[in-house]
């Protein structure tokens, strides 16, 4: 086994370890999140809004104090990002040799109510600039290929129901144990984002990775990348929507899917794995 392979190996069984402390963390018995509301200096407590952006940057602040315990007992030092759109959330830098170095972005999303096994999904970075200039440093807190390895740690929860939820309500203290948690039933998993990056961009306009949707998926690393290795999650990302072919009509059209790519790259198109996934709705065979 090759150094790098190895360390990386260690930091996932830590990562792993790490991410099984956590549920019992943020959560109660009744796998109900412990986190209720903000409170005022009068002791009144303000119900938290269902809003996936807030939910997340509650979350990130509530396992802040995790993360420093983690850094501390593996022999890290931990560095958060300096700006808000940079990479990576943390950056590990092992203390016995700074050489080593690890990128872990935390990742929240919530499962879908109308559809099996599917969480709304995330991404996974973006593939512009520090992703093809691995040397430099723009919106990244160390040249991307400083790091040993890319990480996610994902956080995938429920959502309680909206008729159970009165965001407006003011509580005082005393009432802590009657407000309900806007989410629920926590999972957590810790693992090398390539693993579970899809070919298909994650948002929009903006140059995001996007992730696969499944969970089970996702919890197994069964990423459309999976039988081809890392080196071809890098090949395509870094040249994604920037390669043009013909299609069977004669016409002109970039390569934005892992088949195609492989079939311009001289290798079996079977190889992408899955290729697609349809999102089974509850009670049928919808896709979304």
Not at 25 to 36: A, C, F, L, M, R
Request: hydrophobic share 35%.
């Amino acid at each position: 086994m090759k150094n790098k392979d190895k360390i990386k190996q260690i930091f996932q069984k830590q990562l792993d370890e790490f991410a099984e402390t956590l549920k019992n963390y943020v959560s109660d018995k009744d796998n109900q999140w412990t986190i209720k509301g903000f409170i005022d200096i009068f002791q009144n407590i303000y119900s938290i809004s269902a809003d996936t952006k807030i939910v997340s940057k509650v979350l990130e602040i509530h396992l802040f104090p995790r993360f420093l315990e983690f850094a501390k007992k593996n022999g890290y030092e931990l560095i958060l990002a300096e700006h808000q759109n940079w990479y990576p959330d943390s950056s590990f830098v092992s203390k016995i040799d700074n050489k080593i170095k690890f990128a872990v972005d935390l990742k929240t999303t919530y499962l879908l109510n109308d559809y099996t096994d599917h969480c709304n999904g995330f991404t996974l970075g973006s593939h512009g600039a520090y992703f093809i200039e691995r040397q430099k440093s723009k919106n990244i807190q160390f040249p991307y290929s400083e790091y040993t390895g890319h990480y996610c740690l994902g956080i995938i929860y429920n959502r309680t129901e909206l008729d159970k939820l009165e965001e407006t309500k003011i509580y005082k203290l005393t009432e802590i144990n009657k407000i309900p948690s806007v989410i629920n039933n926590f999972a957590f998993f810790a693992i090398e984002k390539w693993k579970i990056a899809s070919d298909k961009s994650g948002s929009g306009n903006t140059a995001n990775i996007g992730c696969i949707q499944k969970l089970s998926d996702i919890l197994a690393g069964n990423g459309v990348f999976k039988n081809l290795g890392e080196e071809w999650f890098d090949d395509y990302w870094m040249n994604y929507g920037k390669i043009y072919i013909k299609d069977n009509e004669g016409k002109t059209k970039k390569i934005t899917n892992l088949p195609d790519f492989l079939k311009y790259r001289g290798k079996d198109e079977k190889l992408a794995y899955p290729r697609a996934r349809k999102l089974k709705r509850k009670g049928g065979e919808n896709e979304k």
